[in-house]
C-alpha cells in the first residue's frame, strides 16, 4: 500500500483494509501500532468493526425466479417500441410535412387571402422546422459531445 | 452475493459480442441472459427500489443493443455494460433529488441472510434487526452516489479493490477513499446505539 500519505489517511486506508481482508502482514501491524498509539483512532476502529459486523449480515434482496423468467421478454419490448417510435415518428413528420406544404400551396394560390396571413403561416412553419431542427441536432449531436454529460449535479 | 467479476471475456462470450455487434438479436439475448442479474443488482444497489432497478437495467440493454457499434469484442462485456447501467442510475438519482421526490417504495431492498435468523430470536429482536436495516437503508440512500456506489459493489456484490478500481476506472487509494467516508458516514448517522447490538 502507498506510503507518501498523510496520516490521516494512511491510517484510514489501512482500516479500509483491514475491514475488507486487503491487508498485508506489515500492513496490518502498521496499523495495530497505529491503533495502540491513538485512542481516538481506536474508538473510530470499533465503529467501524460495528458497522462491518452489520453490513455483513445484509444482503441484496432477490427478486422472484419470474422476474428473471420474463427479463428478456422485457428488453425485448423496448427494441420493438423503440422501432415503433421511430417509425411513428417518421410518419408523423413525412406527413405532417406534406400537409403542410399542401396547405401552404393553397393559402399562397388563395388571391383573396390577405398577404399578412400568408406571411403569418409561412412564419409558423418556417418556426416549425427550425424547433425541429435545433431540437435533433441537440439530441444527435451536442449530447454526444458534451463533455460534462456525465457530470452528477 | 458473490459475483466474480471476469477480467478477461472467455471466446464464447467474444463469439456472442462479435455476433451482436453484427446485430444478431438471439446473440444478444444470450448476453442479456447471462448479465441481467448483475445488472439488476448493480441498479438495486444503486437505487434501492425493485421496480427501477428492474426498469434501468431492462432499458440498459436496450440503448447497449442500440450501442452496439461500440462494443469491443477484445474486451469483457459486463464493464462496458456497467457503465451504461449505472449512468442511467445516477440519471434516475438526479431526477429524484432534482424533483424532491422520496423513494417511498416500502418493499425493503436489503434482507438479512438466513444464516443470521435464527426461530430462537424473540419478537423485540427481530424488531431491532428490522429497525436497524431500515435505518441502514434510509442512510445509504443519503450517500452521495459515488460513494454508494463504491459501498455497494464492496459490500453486497463482493468485489475485490482492484475490480471496483477496473470497473469504475479510478485508483484503487480513491476506491478505499470512498468507502471510508461512506462507512464513516453510515457509522455516525446509526450511532452508537444503532450499532450496539451487533457488537
Known amino acids: 500500500m502507498q506510503h507518501d500519505l498523510v496520516p490521516d489517511e494512511r491510517a484510514r486506508r489501512l482500516m479500509m483494509g483491514a475491514l475488507d481482508g486487503e491487508l498485508s502482514s506489515s500492513d496490518e501491524t502498521e496499523l495495530k501500532r497505529l491503533l495502540e498509539y491513538d485512542p481516538a483512532l481506536e474508538v473510530e476502529w470499533r465503529q467501524l468493526k460495528r458497522l462491518k459486523e452489520v453490513t455483513n449480515t445484509m444482503s441484496l434482496r432477490q427478486p422472484s425466479q419470474e422476474v428473471w423468467e420474463g427479463y428478456w421478454m422485457g428488453v425485448y419490448r423496448r427494441f420493438e417500441r423503440g422501432v415503433a417510435w421511430i417509425l411513428v415518428s417518421l410518419g408523423a413528420v413525412v406527413l405532417l410535412s406534406w400537409g403542410a406544404w399542401e396547405g401552404l400551396q393553397e393559402l399562397w394560390k388563395d388571391q383573396e387571402l390577405p398577404m399578412l396571413v400568408k406571411a403569418g403561416s409561412l412564419a409558423l412553419i418556417a418556426g416549425f422546422v427550425v424547433l425541429l431542427v435545433s431540437v435533433v441536432r441537440e439530441k444527435f449531436v451536442v449530447r454526444q459531445h458534451d463533455p460534462y454529460k456525465d457530470v452528477i449535479r | ?199
Open chain 2, 1 to 199: 452475493m458473490e459475483v466474480a467479476l471476469s477480467v478477461n471475456g472467455t471466446a464464447a462470450e467474444r463469439l456472442l459480442m462479435e455476433r451482436a455487434r453484427a446485430g444478431d438479436r438471439d446473440a444478444f439475448g444470450e448476453l442479456v441472459s447471462r448479465y441481467m442479474r448483475r445488472a439488476y443488482f448493480a441498479a438495486l444497489g444503486l437505487l434501492g427500489s425493485h421496480d427501477d432497478a428492474l426498469d434501468t437495467s431492462q432499458e440498459a440493454f436496450a440503448r447497449a443493443f442500440r450501442a452496439r457499434g461500440s462494443l469491443d469484442p477484445e474486451r469483457p462485456f459486463y464493464p462496458w455494460l456497467y457503465q451504461i447501467v449505472r449512468r442511467l442510475c445516477f440519471n434516475v438519482t438526479r431526477d429524484r433529488r432534482t424533483r424532491r421526490t422520496r423513494l417511498s417504495e416500502a418493499t425493503p431492498w436489503l434482507v438479512e441472510e438466513a444464516r443470521r435468523r435464527s426461530a430462537a430470536d424473540d419478537p423485540a429482536r427481530l424488531a431491532e434487526r428490522k429497525e436497524l436495516r431500515e435505518r441502514l437503508e434510509r442512510e445509504i440512500d443519503r450517500l452521495p452516489p459515488h460513494e454508494r456506489e463504491t459501498l455497494v459493489l464492496r459490500e453486497f456484490e463482493g468485489l475485490r479493490y482492484r475490480e471496483i478500481a477496473d470497473l469504475l476506472g479510478i485508483p484503487i487509494g480513491t476506491v478505499m477513499s470512498r468507502l471510508y467516508s461512506a462507512r464513516r458516514a453510515l457509522a455516525t448517522a446509526l450511532g452508537e446505539s444503532g450499532l450496539r447490538e451487533e457488537a
